[in-house]
């Protein structure tokens, strides 16, 4: 069965660092584009960043771009999501997904998280003094 399942949340205060990790099984997730979401209280889901499978090209919001970095490790069929300068607005759940319809990252899969085909369960990202 298709698995997702996300690590490294915990709290840190504006201005730090965190890694997040996105272990896959089931599935060999480099075939495939790979996402995080992420979603804060009252807030809709929205889309961070995407990475390919096809040319490892990525994709980021306006609003992570610049602090975010999202990359993989085919061997480990593993996906991160390096995370700097922190600030109180990027405290949310955070979401791993995957594409399995897809090897090519495109603006509109960003826009619509209904379009991933599989979800991991979050961790959460705290970002406080």
């Known amino acids: 069965q298709v698995r997702l399942v996300e690590s490294g949340g915990g709290l840190v205060q504006p201005g730090g660092s965190l890694r997040l990790s996105c272990q896959a099984s089931?599935?060999?997730?480099?075939?495939?584009?790979m996402a995080w979401f992420r979603q804060a209280p009252g807030s809709e889901r929205e889309g961070v960043s995407c990475?390919?499978?096809?040319?490892?090209?990525?994709l980021y919001a306006d609003v992570v771009k610049g602090r975010f970095t999202i990359s993989r490790d085919s061997a480990k069929n593993a996906v991160y999501l390096e995370m700097n300068n922190l600030k109180p607005e990027d405290a949310a759940v955070y979401y791993c997904?995957?594409?399995?319809?897809?090897?090519?990252?495109?603006?509109?899969?960003?826009?619509?998280?209904?379009?991933?085909?599989?979800w991991g369960k979050g961790t959460l990202v705290t970002v406080s003094s």
């Open positions: 089931g599935f060999n997730s480099d075939y495939f584009v």
């Open positions: 990475i390919s499978s096809t040319d490892r090209s990525t």
């Open positions: 997904a995957t594409d399995t319809e897809a090897g090519l990252c495109r603006d509109y899969m960003l826009k619509y998280s209904s379009g991933m085909d599989y």
